[in-house]
């Protein structure tokens, strides 16, 4: 019941878009998005809810396809601090764990 | 604030022997997390405290993993007897309060090898 990301990695140059998408095969009530860099503790990013509520920090933004169950997260414009692994945690309505997903490894380059 | 607090931050021990790890969570935050992340892979909960009682250990390993947390503050994880695939980083977070709307919080990890 893994949710599962989508790129696993990529590349960017510096100034230039992404979007990384998060899928579940369970009916959803939240998703976390967090950043890792290496060797560091996660960091968050924001949080989706159900019914359209969004809590965040810095200049991303983020999507919730609840019919779908899944998510995206934009990166617009990007900079250097962007690199590192993303990962979304998604919630269901049943529980109160948070299960993260795969993955999604950035880099971004000059 | 002061962020969550973790020790050791480094530990390296042998297979079959017991370990424990400390977290002191963000002062005022009830809920506390203990997660495990294997190299290139996603933090797995292992156990979720609110105040000082149990919410989740369904993925906790009961036959050698153990945690507490005493007077709804700070936080002992404990493995006795280690494996070699106890080898990974424990991740302590925390919240206030437990629900959706609310980020966790986390601390810069135990880093442990298992040989």
């Known amino acids: 019941q893994q949710p599962v990301q989508s790129p696993q990695a990529v590349i960017l140059r510096e100034g230039e878009d992404a979007v990384i998408n998060c899928s579940s095969s369970?009916?959803?009530?939240?998703v976390h998005w967090y950043r890792q860099k290496h060797g560091e503790a996660p960091v968050f990013l924001m949080i989706l809810l159900k019914g359209g509520e969004q809590k965040g920090h810095e200049k991303i933004s983020a999507s919730f396809n609840e019919k779908k169950q899944q998510s995206s997260l934009y990166l617009t414009a990007s900079q250097l601090s962007y690199s590192g692994t993303y990962f979304c945690?998604?919630?269901?309505?049943?529980?109160?764990?948070?299960?993260f997903g795969t993955g999604t490894q950035l880099k971004v380059e000059l | 604030e002061a962020g969550v607090a973790q020790s050791p931050r480094y530990k390296i021990i042998e297979k079959r022997q017991s370990v424990a790890f400390w977290c002191n969570p963000i002062s005022g935050h009830a809920t506390l997390y203990w997660y495990q992340q294997i190299l290139g892979q996603g933090p797995k909960l292992l156990i979720q405290?609110?105040?000082?009682?149990?919410?989740?250990d369904s993925q906790l390993p009961k036959d050698r993993f153990s945690a507490e947390r005493l007077k709804g503050v700070d936080s002992t994880l404990k493995i006795q007897p280690a494996k070699l695939e106890d080898s990974a980083v424990y991740l302590c977070?925390?919240?206030?309060?437990?629900?959706?709307?609310?980020?966790?919080?986390f601390g810069p990890g135990t880093r442990l090898t298992v040989t």
């Open positions: 405290f609110q105040n000082n009682g149990v919410v989740d």
């Open positions: 369970k009916a959803l009530y939240s």
């Open positions: 945690g998604t919630r269901g309505g049943g529980g109160n764990k948070l299960t």
């Open positions: 977070a925390s919240s206030s309060p437990s629900g959706d709307s609310y980020e966790q919080y």
